[in-house]
């Protein structure tokens, strides 16, 4: 089977890594998959970018696609429901999210499609230093909630203490970085990183941190928590409904309590209609105790792994990308 792959060019969202285990499996099982332009048609089409991330004058439409995207969220985005409508199927890494696009559809075209490994587990984990290093990864906008992340963390931690947090920003401008938390990075061991990194300089990040820590109101796949998770190292995720929970258990992560609340930031209408949609709010002090906890107390069983359904999840990866291929291609 000739299948054509569209992933995103921006290596640091997490599709890149994505897109190539995907087309490794495929590969795995014996079709010819290939990245875009062909020069033939191809049997059919997975196309993995961001939200409505691609221009579909680009597409030739009558190859049948199917759509993968990553939203773990509880309403569908306007124009996710309009971009998606272009495709004969779509994919999504989410039981809640196959439900949501049913109910805002009316459509059953929709596949649950296991997540694939994107780098082997490692029992890689640091001995304790003397710093210890708390991270964050993610793309500078308003859902990351940086803001609430660094105030936490300067108000908790004393500039004389051993403990620093690394905030590894994407997507951002530095000027716009300094004037939502340049307070709190004047008055603590903080310290933000705008460089683009290799992902196997991104896997050495992850493992010379102690705890991955993040605070997002809500989230596509949970990429970040997946890397951390498999380079050994332990998570603090906000306890929202709608993160995904593949990964957590309680030898491996920290959960902080978060509340519902109209989403307010109209920076987001173009992904949200402002009126009707919510999203989780990080509960400060419960942060701020939960960052002190696992400096204090490091409550982890080693070596840190994620929970029992990511690996579950992967025995049924080729199946079902198998019976999706077939769907395609027999119209």
């Known amino acids: 089977m000739n299948i054509e792959y569209i992933t995103a060019s921006d290596p640091y969202s997490g599709y890149v890594k994505a897109g190539k285990a995907y087309m490794k499996f495929l590969r795995s099982m014996g079709h010819v998959v290939q990245t875009s ?5 191809p049997d059919c089409r997975f196309l993995h970018v961001a939200a409505y991330g691609h221009p579909l004058e680009l597409l030739d439409l009558d190859v049948p696609t199917a759509y993968l995207y990553a939203w773990e969220y509880p309403d569908l985005p306007p124009l996710f429901k309009l971009y998606a409508s272009n495709f004969k199927r779509v994919v999504t890494f989410s039981q809640l999210q196959v439900d949501v696009y049913k109910q805002a559809t009316g459509k059953n075209n929709i596949d649950l499609l296991p997540n694939p490994p994107l780098i082997e587990p490692t029992e890689f984990k640091k001995r304790m230093a003397d710093q210890f290093t708390f991270l964050a990864v993610n793309r500078w906008d308003c859902r990351k909630d940086f803001e609430i992340l660094a105030r936490a963390f300067a108000d908790e931690f004393k500039p004389s203490e051993p403990v620093r947090m690394l905030l590894k920003i994407s997507h951002g401008n530095i000027n716009d970085v300094m004037k939502r938390i340049g307070e709190y990075l004047g008055r603590s061991n903080m310290n933000v990183i705008m460089y683009n990194y290799s992902e196997p300089e991104m896997n050495e990040l ?48 920290i959960g902080v309590s978060c509340a519902t609340v109209p989403v307010k930031h109209w920076d987001v209408a173009p992904y949200f209609d402002g009126m009707n949609s919510v999203w989780s709010q990080t509960d400060y002090e419960d942060l701020r105790s939960k960052l002190r906890h696992a400096y204090e107390y490091y409550p982890f069983r080693l070596p840190v792994r994620p929970a029992k359904p990511y690996y579950d999840d992967q025995e049924t990866l080729v199946p079902t990308l198998n019976r999706i291929v077939t769907e395609l291609t027999n119209g």
């Open 206 to 253: 992850y493992r010379s941190a102690d705890v991955y820590v993040s605070t997002t109101h809500c989230e596509g796949w949970g990429y970040g928590f997946q890397d951390a998770l498999l380079n050994g190292v332990p998570c603090i995720y906000p306890k929202s409904p709608y993160i995904v929970r593949t990964f957590f258990n309680e030898s491996n992560s």
């Open 37 to 41: 332009f062909q020069h033939h048609i």
